[in-house]
């Protein structure tokens, strides 16, 4: 029996979720899900959009899975997001973008993975306004995080049967900061001479990107650009809607959509539940159930692909839990 803290969100969130939790129910594994409540939802009860009971029962967990969570622009409280991962160290942002057929792209075959940088850069959230008139955002890189988050990519590419690890920066202008992080990346490929290293200037790698997708296999990245080159990476396999994400520490790790919140499709049943369901199928392989995993998958893949039983996005006109009722189908016809 695993136990596992979910968050289901606000805004499409909670439908989301239980379109996740109903998918990997039905592949028979016993899983104990702890709900617990974080957002503007519960701002009103507790003060806060991320009381301490939920933290706690993460810690406790060890394992969470969260639907999105609406971050307020440019007034209000900071991202829930980015307080979990401060305060549960969860250093690597993993984000799998690989193509779905039945998903209209201009690429049909990208299999790339971002491994993002989580806790520190410009979303340490260091700023301060020095006039009425001038605001000053300060960017910080270790060694330390930056050799960490390195050692995740390259341990993840050898897990993962992958060939290449390229490193994503700006060193030539920011030559203290990113420069760290490009040496501190070069060292670690150091202990890991069966994967290819190599590095791109950031503004460069999103050109190649769009032009040789097909060159690139994991790439390892600062907090900010990783943030950006992820949703890049999404637009090549068709969209945020259907990009996983998981949010990894040495002993807690987090799984959620790469997309948000979208409050204004809240309770309409019409949202597209693909992106959380396969950030399921990361959590099912950390926990190691590889099979249910795999089962996951590949009815969310042939759900997709068939594009009847889905979402507008998608092409059908299937709501969130009819979608969700087509891949349990197929979890059950695959045994």
């Known amino acids: 029996m695993h136990k596992i803290t979910l968050i289901p969100g606000d805004g499409i969130g909670p439908e989301i979720s239980e379109a996740m939790r109903r998918v990997v129910d039905s592949t028979g594994i016993k899983i104990n899900w702890e709900v617990q409540h974080a957002g503007a939802d519960v701002m009103s009860e507790y003060g806060t959009p991320l009381p301490d009971h939920v933290l706690e029962s993460i810690r406790k967990n060890k394992i969470a899975i969260k639907g999105p969570i609406t971050t307020p622009v440019g007034s209000g409280f900071r991202s829930v997001n980015v307080a979990l991962r401060k305060e549960l160290d969860l250093y690597a942002c993993l984000r799998p ?132 080159v992820s949703d890049l990476c999404a637009g090549l396999i068709g969209g945020l809607g259907i990009a996983p994400g998981a949010n990894i520490g040495d002993e807690i790790a987090l799984f959620e959509p790469t997309h948000g919140s979208a409050p204004r499709y809240a309770g309409q049943n019409k949202v597209n539940p693909t992106a959380l369901i396969l950030s399921s199928v990361l959590m099912l392989k950390h926990i190691g159930e590889k099979e249910a995993a795999e089962k996951v998958l590949n009815a969310t893949a042939a759900v997709v692909e068939e594009g009847i039983n889905v979402t507008y996005d998608l092409g059908g006109n299937a709501g969130t839990s009819q979608m969700a009722d087509a891949i349990i189908e197929k979890i059950q016809n695959l045994g």
């Open 97 to 228: 973008c690989f193509s779905l057929k039945g998903v209209k792209s201009r690429y049909s075959d990208i299999d790339l993975v971002i491994v993002r940088e989580n806790t520190e850069d410009l979303y340490a959230g260091n700023e301060r306004m020095i006039d009425d008139d001038t605001a000053e955002s300060i960017k910080r890189i270790t060694r330390k995080a930056s050799e960490r988050i390195a050692n995740f990519a390259f341990k993840y590419a050898i897990a993962e049967n992958r060939k290449k690890v390229t490193a994503v920066h700006k060193a030539n202008i920011m030559k203290c900061s990113d420069g760290l992080f490009l040496e501190s990346a070069r060292n670690v490929a150091k202990n890991y001479p069966q994967i290819e290293f190599e590095d791109r200037i950031v503004d460069n790698m999103c050109m190649q990107l769009v032009q040789y997708p097909e060159k690139y296999d994991v790439m390892v990245l600062p907090n900010l650009y990783g943030d950006i």
